[in-house]
């Protein structure tokens, strides 16, 4: 029994040698799927020391863009409408060992809750794979395309190089539907200071601004955005990389703004932007302008800086279904702030208890704005209101109350008063 033990635990050991000899052949020769992909990415022969080298192998990891066979990524090669819209959706899903993906959680609760509808109704079944019968890149073009994305009208051909214009324009209308879009006129003044910022479309100018001044696109060294300029393939990824992570976007003066200036306010069309105010007693008015707008329970609207105050629900649903512009006021007052032009305002439209419903709301806001001088305010508002009512004449005027002088507008044919407050300089 001894020997047969010894032969055993020999035969054993040579086993146990041979499967170790094995695994360090095959471990040295074969990596893992991750390891291989890493050890590919490592091969691309011309990107090290590349601006993007970090963001193009971190990205390439997730699966967002591929190299070519012959071992180079080709960063500075430009890059395609329908590639820069498939790595856009695929920049908010997440890649699992298996190569399935799925959707950012942050991304699906940051849309709307239309958007969020389509993606789990329309695109319950989105593979994040290219058609194999037809155009590749349909299944991505129409997604982006029913989420608001991209227009399908916007290129005449989506095999066309993408210039830098033409990224702002999907850049502002992704983060349109993803999170706010920034204040506009201190957009476009600081993209102003581009060197060919006035060389682009009027229209134009509006994207570039946004992208600029929300620090997910840049500048060049030379002080030029690079309008009519083709995105490469790196700054393909670098501004994909600052879209969908907030941490990588470049500081500028408009994202540095101090914080207690910034409102974030809802928008007509459902979204949100942000407002940047001109001092902190501004956008503390508009904070007071919100709460009085509630002592009307749900009859009123928030857009934007104005408040409108209705009658009634019914109205409030009547004016708020219109789809036709229309000149025919159905509200029965408003707040508002003109942050532009650092001027606060009343209108009053004058009809039976109109003054009643909302003097409560007027008053809160007013009593904000005027302090110890309210009750002035108050004359002012309730005598020009009630010689309007009753048929009298009344002129426009300017009065000094406080610190504000206050421009009396009287429109006849709206039978409305007009109270724009503006701070003295």
Known sequence: ?????????????????????????????????????????????????????????RLVDQGILDGFPDGTFRPNDPVTADQFVKMLLLSYSKMYPNGERAW????????????????????????????????????????????????????????TNLKR?????????????????????LSMKSAAKLGDFLSAKAREQRF?????????????????????????RAESLAILDRITDKSKRVATAVTETQPELQVIVPTKDGHYKK?????????????VLSEAAKLRGTNYDLVETTAKLYRDGDTKAKDLSRTVPSSESLEEASLWIEPEYRTYGITLHVGDGVLARNQEAVEKYANALFGYDA???????????????????????????????????????????????????
């Open 1 to 57: 029994m001894g020997r047969v033990s010894t032969r055993g635990a020999v035969l054993a050991r040579k086993v146990a040698g041979t499967i170790m000899a094995c695994l360090l052949v095959f471990g040295n020769t074969i990596p893992t799927g991750a390891a291989q992909a890493q050890e590919q990415q490592k091969r691309f022969s011309d990107v090290k020391g590349h601006w993007a080298e970090a963001t193009i192998y």
């Open 104 to 159: 950012k959680s942050e991304f699906t609760s940051a849309l709307s809750a239309a958007n969020r509808s389509i993606l789990q109704q329309d695109y319950r079944d989105f593979n994040f794979k290219a058609s194999l019968s037809g155009y590749w890149a349909k299944p991505f073009i129409d997604l982006a395309s029913d989420l608001h994305f991209i227009n399908k009208s916007q290129f005449a051909d989506f095999k």
């Open 165 to 185: 214009e033409q990224v702002s324009e999907i850049v502002y209308y992704t983060v349109k539907e993803t999170e706010y879009l920034e204040d506009e006129p």
């Open 208 to 232: 570039v601004a946004e992208a600029f001044g929300k620090g997910i696109m840049e500048g060049y060294p030379n002080g030029y955005f690079g309008i009519g300029q083709e995105v490469t």
């Open 275 to 287: 407002v940047v105010f001109a001092n902190a007693k501004m956008a503390s008015a508009y904070t």
């Open 375 to 425: 009750l002035k305010f108050k004359q002012l508002y309730t005598g020009v209101y009630g010689m309007v009512e009753a048929g009298s004449a009344v002129e426009n005027q300017t009065v000094a109350i406080g610190s504000y002088s206050v421009e009396v507008h009287v429109e006849k044919a709206a039978n409305s008063v007009l109270f724009s407050i503006l701070e003295k300089m």
